[in-house]
Each structure stands twice: as structure tokens, then as C-alpha cells.
T-cell receptor, first 112, second 111 residues
Framework: DAGVTQSPTHLIKTRGQQVTLRCSPK?????VSWYQQALGQGPQFIFQ???????QRGNFPDRFSGHQFPNYSSELNVNALLLGDSALYLC???????????FGPGTRLLVL | QKEVEQNSGPLSVPEGAIASLNCTYS??????FFWYRQYSGKSPELIMS????GDKEDGRFTAQLNKASQYVSLLIRDSQPSDSATYLC???????????FGTGTRLKVLA
């Protein structure tokens, strides 16, 4: 039973650049949520995708956008990177939306 | 702004003792609650979910939910050094698909 996978594991970018992170949900799951976790903080909800649509969004600027593909995998795009975007980006999948979420290993993004 | 609050710790307990981790929440409509364990540099790993008032046991872990008082707790019996991690409490905000996480409590089990 394949768990949630994310790529890449680490990424270094400079301010102003754009980045794309990828996630494949756990087998049997159709819903993907993205989180940003700064050091010493809990994960902050960015958005959730279901049926290829953004179903719920947290308090993040429009620089953060996403996409979900027919196979339920998802991408997180961040434009015009800021130093403050440096964080661990987590993808979590579930079936249905409000049920138990399972996290991928995360992508650690460093913005210089 | 709905919130989930946890004491950041660290909470230090000796090996073999019971560790008690607490979480309070502000959204009275919250229906489900989750405890995750996160080792340093790793992603959160699900420990337990709880939906009803009372206790739910799974091995050395017991989750307790009291909706009237709006708190959730996690008890870890026979704590081991390998339990040393940050424990995160989470709940979806009622009527939404937005999950709110606490900042986590850092647990240190001393050998």
C-alpha cells in the first residue's frame, strides 16, 4: 500500500523565483491538502484540492496556487518567492475531506 | 479565528512514567480530533483520532475528549525515550475542510 509521496525532498531557490512542488496521495485517497510548517510551529493550512478543484483555502496570498490532476496527484506553485517562504511544505491526503489525513515526507524549501 | 492551543513544553518525564499532553480548542462545532507525532526533521505521523466524548485506547496511547470543556488530551503510558518528539493536536474547523493544528508540545523522555 503506497503512502503519500512528495518531490523533491529539498530545494534551494532565490528571492523572486518560482517553485513547483509535487505530491501523490495515498492509494485510495482522492483529496489532497497542502501545509506550510515553519520551524517551531504547527502546520498551517494552505489549501485543499478535491475533484481537481480548490475546495478550501487558508490565509495565504495568491502567490500560492495549486492544481490537482485526474489521477489525484497535486502540485503546489509558489511565485515571487520571499525569504519568509522558507519552510517545510507538507502534503496530506484523505478520502472525503474531513477524515484522517496522512502526511507525506515533506519538501524542505530554502529561499536565499 | 478558530484556534487549537497547546503548551509548547518541553515536557520532561522519566522513562516508564505516564506522559500527559493537553490541547484546548475554541471551535465548539469541531467534531473530530487528531494527534500526530513529529520527530525532528520529519513529517507528522498519525497516532490517534477521536470523535466522541470519553476515552479511546490504542496500545500505550489513550486519547481523551471532553467537548463540554473543549479539551483533548493524549496519555502515553510506559513512556520510552523513542517517544521523545513533538506531539501535534489538530481538528478541522466546523463547516469547512480547513484543518487547524496546534503549535505542538515537545516531549522529552529521560532514560
Amino acid at each position: 500500500d503506497a503512502g503519500v509521496t512528495q518531490s523533491p525532498t529539498h530545494l534551494i531557490k532565490t528571492r523572486g523565483q518560482q517553485v513547483t512542488l509535487r505530491c501523490s496521495p495515498k492509494s485510495g485517497h482522492d483529496t489532497v491538502s497542502w501545509y506550510q510548517q515553519a520551524l517551531g510551529q504547527g502546520p498551517q493550512f494552505i489549501f485543499q484540492y478535491y475533484e481537481e478543484e480548490e475546495r478550501q483555502r487558508g490565509n495565504f496570498p495568491d502567490r500560492f496556487s495549486g492544481h490537482q490532476f485526474p489521477n489525484y496527484s497535486s502540485e503546489l506553485n509558489v511565485n515571487a518567492l520571499l525569504l519568509g517562504d522558507s519552510a517545510l511544505y507538507l502534503c496530506a491526503s484523505t478520502s472525503g475531506g474531513r477524515e484522517t489525513q496522512y502526511f507525506g515526507p515533506g519538501t524542505r524549501l530554502l529561499v536565499l | 479565528q478558530k484556534e487549537v492551543e497547546q503548551n509548547s513544553g518541553p515536557l520532561s518525564v522519566p522513562e516508564g512514567a505516564i506522559a500527559s499532553l493537553n490541547c484546548t480548542y475554541s471551535d465548539r462545532g469541531s467534531q473530530s480530533f487528531f494527534w500526530y507525532r513529529q520527530y525532528s526533521g520529519k513529517s507528522p505521523e498519525l497516532i490517534m483520532s477521536i470523535y466522541s466524548n470519553g476515552d479511546k485506547e490504542d496500545g500505550r496511547f489513550t486519547a481523551q475528549l471532553n467537548k463540554a470543556s473543549q479539551y483533548v488530551s493524549l496519555l502515553i503510558r510506559d513512556s520510552q525515550p523513542s517517544d521523545s518528539a513533538t506531539y501535534l493536536c489538530a481538528s478541522p474547523t466546523s463547516g469547512t475542510y480547513k484543518y487547524i493544528f496546534g503549535t505542538g508540545t515537545r516531549l522529552k523522555v529521560l532514560a
